[in-house]
């Protein structure tokens, strides 16, 4: 489970402190951030900049260009779904649609209730076992629509809630 | 005889339930107070098996599988532990001898020969299984000897381009710099693969092996691993391996005793398929964003940091050891033609024994689709296939007695890439397919060059308006054009090579494109 936590300057900084002297520093110090608060802060950009000795331009940059970086705090638990070409030839399409419905989200949205974001990604090396998805890091093969509703309702569990 | 039960701990058999397959060996050893030992190895690549329990017994070990959690305590019931299964007595998973298996003995496992079998995370059981013999030589060879030995065994680039191997050590070997680098290309991320990963989580010495040969090669004494995020598993265990090779000396100041150094760090990417591309790997470990480079001039002279480097992929790195171990002539005796040694081909998507296939070159895809994979899964006829992941071309059943070979696969518009190939059967839309490569090509273009930037997002468009039956011929005109555009116009593999699936979808399906 990717527990949000809010954004504090002063962890953010240790952070940074941790990894700005690794040669190529800037993905370990945005991933290190991304880990400790499930996004990046538009707060962490000047500190990063100033770190590496960087524009605040480039440091933007970087996290736009890469698919794993949030700007804003995504839900509480991370649901990939495969949509890629050994997915879609077992009907990943049916299964994101199924998803969709189930928690009324878009791909890349997240529920009302904050529970879950649901994310597509194009490849988990799981193509024998295809459709396959990861929930929170923890991967899943021959994945079917019953399948997707028990992890829900597992994780809704879990948290209390109720459906 | 104290057992070792094995439960795979490769992310594809944890989907499938191997965790809990594993706690409940843990309960039954424990409550049943047995002298036997649980071990999470790689898995075998017999992916419909999984998961595959494995018990060691003086016959061999005995394979059971797919196991369910809840079958384990009728496992150990039924004398699983016993040597062999008793008569009369066979568990209806047993599978018999695992190495018995047709599906694995009729395979030539070379860089595959310790995954599955051993504990990932044991040197011991790295050692003892033939591992670290190929440094052992390699450390008494001069680097220019190793280069030549690797050159002389055909080994060429398995990530996809097919580039010599040999050819890419001796251009870094020879460049004058203070700092040189080995690279692992370990961003695997075309749909259809998984060879990269099942060797990372499976058998990550051999990988650190592979560099640390490399660098002795080349006169380099730092790697780097850069692994994908969607692999959060695999990254684990290659941090975990390389802690271990640090501690037990592999790795570091004075690797097995040699005085000479190496270093290797592993790094995580951050979802942009592009990254897979050399250059745009190189600017991602740098810290920028991953736009691809123009070369030249080539990595091999101003590589990573701008030094001269060596980008590997995964798999051809990890066959450098048994190239070393067995020599060059060893190796340059399996295959055929140009495309020398084994070939890991990885059967996915729509297929009924999906898995990892490790032979010489030369099988045949209808011996792959249909002697290892049984057909489809769905049990419905094979349509398509796609070979070589997203950038590959779509073959219909007609050509499936091409042999998976680098020059075969050209020859009929097409690429081996890393050796991904995913079925599907009758249900399949081509149209549909080769819109997705377009929508993919520009989901994942970093922007650098016109062509793929903007071509892939007109690509869409336009087969849009084809299937939408407006001015359908001159849209196939159109799209034709444009896919001549990005083949000659690209900077590199992702626009250039995102044509072949559009333009085989409709040389070999032109009727998914002709539906009102």
Redesign the interface.
């Known amino acids: 489970m990717s527990e949000a936590r809010s954004w504090n300057a002063g962890r953010a900084e240790a952070r940074i402190r941790e990894l700005e002297k690794l040669?190529?520093?800037?993905?370990?110090i945005?991933?290190a951030l991304h880990e400790e608060f499930g996004y990046i802060d538009d707060a962490a950009v000047p500190l990063v900049a100033h770190a590496?000795n960087l524009s605040q331009a480039?440091v933007h940059?970087?996290i736009g260009?890469?698919?794993?970086?949030r700007r804003s705090p995504g839900g509480r638990h991370r649901l990939?779904v495969c949509r890629?070409?050994?997915?879609?030839?077992?009907g990943c399409e049916r299964l994101m649609a199924h998803v969709e419905a189930r928690l009324g989200v878009k791909p890349g949205g997240t529920t009302d209730d904050g529970m879950f974001t649901v994310e597509p990604?194009?490849?988990?090396?799981?193509?024998?076992?295809?459709p396959?998805l990861?929930l929170d890091?923890?991967?899943?093969?021959?994945v079917s629509a019953e399948m997707v509703d028990s992890l829900i309702d597992d994780a809704r569990r879990k948290a209390g809630g109720t459906e | 005889m104290k057992r070792r039960i094995f439960v795979p701990g490769d992310s594809a058999a944890v989907s499938v339930g191997a965790d809990a397959v594993a706690q409940a060996v843990a309960r039954e050893i424990a409550a049943r107070g047995l002298d036997a030992e649980l071990v999470r190895n790689g898995s075998r690549g017999m992916f419909w098996l999984e998961p595959l329990l494995e018990v060691e017994t003086e016959k061999g070990r005995i394979g059971y599988g797919p196991v369910a959690a809840g079958e384990v305590s009728g496992l150990f019931d039924s004398g699983m532990l016993d040597a062999g299964p008793v008569a009369g007595r066979t568990h209806a998973l047993c599978l018999g001898p695992t190495e018995e298996i047709a599906w694995l003995k009729q395979q030539e496992r070379l860089t595959f020969a310790r995954c599955g079998v051993t504990d990932p995370l044991s040197i011991a059981d790295y050692v003892s299984h033939g591992g670290y013999r190929g440094l052992a030589r390699a450390l008494g060879m001069a680097g220019e000897d190793i280069v030549a030995e690797v050159a002389a065994s055909g080994l060429r680039g398995r990530g996809g381009a097919g580039f010599p191997t040999g050819i890419k050590w001796q251009t870094v070997r020879d460049a004058a710099a203070d700092r040189k680098y080995i690279v692992c290309n370990a961003d695997e991320g075309d749909s259809g693969t998984y060879a990269d990963r099942m060797i990372m989580e499976g058998d990550p010495f051999v990988l650190l092996e592979g560099m640390t040969i490399a660098g002795l090669a080349t006169g380099a004494t730092s790697g780097y691993i850069y692994c994908r995020s969607e692999y959060p598993h695999a990254f684990r265990m290659l941090q975990r391996a390389i802690r271990i090779a640090y501690d037990s000396g592999y790795l570091g100041a004075n690797v097995a005793g040699s005085g000479k150094s190496f270093d290797v760090e592993a790094r995580l990417g951050a979802g942009a398929y592009i990254c897979g591309e050399e250059t745009a790997l190189l600017e991602s470990l740098e810290g920028r964003r991953g736009q691809i480079r123009f070369k030249p001039p080539l990595p091999a002279i101003e590589g990573l940091f701008g030094r001269p480097t060596v980008v590997n992929n995964v798999i051809s790195l990890a066959t450098v050891p048994v190239i070393l171990d067995r020599g060059a002539e060893f190796y340059r005796d399996f295959g055929t033609g140009r495309s020398r040694g084994t070939l890991t081909i990885q059967l996915a998507g729509n297929v009924r024994r999906g898995g990892l296939v490790e032979t010489a070159f030369g099988l045949t895809l209808r011996d792959a689709i249909y002697g290892f994979g049984g057909g489809t899964a769905s049990g419905r006829p094979l349509r398509a296939v796609q070979v070589g992941g997203p950038l590959g071309a779509y073959f219909p059943e007609a050509l499936l007695d091409t042999p998976l070979d680098y020059e075969a696969l050209a020859a009929n518009g097409g690429i081996l890439g890393h050796g991904g190939i995913v079925v599907f059967d009758d249900t399949v839309d081509l149209a549909r397919q080769a819109r997705y490569a377009m929508e993919f090509c520009a989901m994942e273009s970093c922007g650098k060059c016109t062509p793929c930037r903007i071509g892939s997002t007109r690509g869409v468009e336009v087969i849009d308006r084809i299937i939408g039956n407006q001015e359908r011929a001159n849209n196939l005109q159109v799209l034709n054009d444009l896919c001549e555009l990005l083949t000659d116009g690209s900077l590199c593999a992702l626009g250039g090579l995102t044509p072949l699936p559009v333009q085989s979808a409709l040389r070999h399906f032109a009727e998914d494109f002709q539906r009102s």
């Open positions: 040669p190529g520093a800037l993905l370990p945005l991933q590496l480039e940059g970087v260009f890469y698919h794993d970086f990939q890629a070409e050994a997915c879609q030839a077992m990604v194009y490849c988990l090396g799981n193509c024998a076992l295809s396959a990861m890091g923890r991967p899943y093969g021959r």
